[in-house]
């Protein structure tokens, strides 16, 4: 695959999560695009903590009570859509050929406690 352009509009951070994955990979066009969301998430993340920095901590609630920033659950929503995004993209580990999806992740976790359990019914008997 040739050059890719990064999607219109990201922002430092997400163009540069852009660069880094595509320096070691080459990923398939599914996986550009959900490289793309991540890139884009990576960017709201750093607009959530520019917000929070430049804020309170702490705002009014609705009767009138202190609460956490709504921008804290936020920030939390969003890293748990970039690692969801992340895990999709399956990218290898070290040593490994090609990345395993989640699915594949479980499966082989499955496998080896099948085999443990097996390996230990024989070893005892």
Do not use: Y
């Not at 309170?56 to 804290?72: C, D, E, M, N, R």
């Amino acid at each position: 695959m040739g050059a890719v352009n990064a999607p219109d509009g990201l922002g430092e951070a997400g163009l540069s999560l852009w660069q880094q994955v595509l320096e070691g990979f080459d990923p398939a066009p599914d996986e550009l695009a959900l490289l793309g969301e991540a890139c884009r998430t990576v960017d709201e993340l750093e607009a959530i903590a520019a917000a929070l920095a430049a804020g309170p901590a702490v705002v009014q609630g609705s009767t009138g009570q202190p609460k956490a920033s709504p921008l804290f659950a936020e920030a939390r929503a969003h890293r748990v859509v970039l690692a969801k995004l992340l895990e999709q993209l399956a990218f290898p580990s070290e040593g490994e050929e090609a990345g395993r999806t989640p699915n594949q992740l479980r499966a082989s976790k499955a496998a080896e406690v099948r085999w443990s359990l097996h390996r230990g019914r024989n070893g005892a008997a």
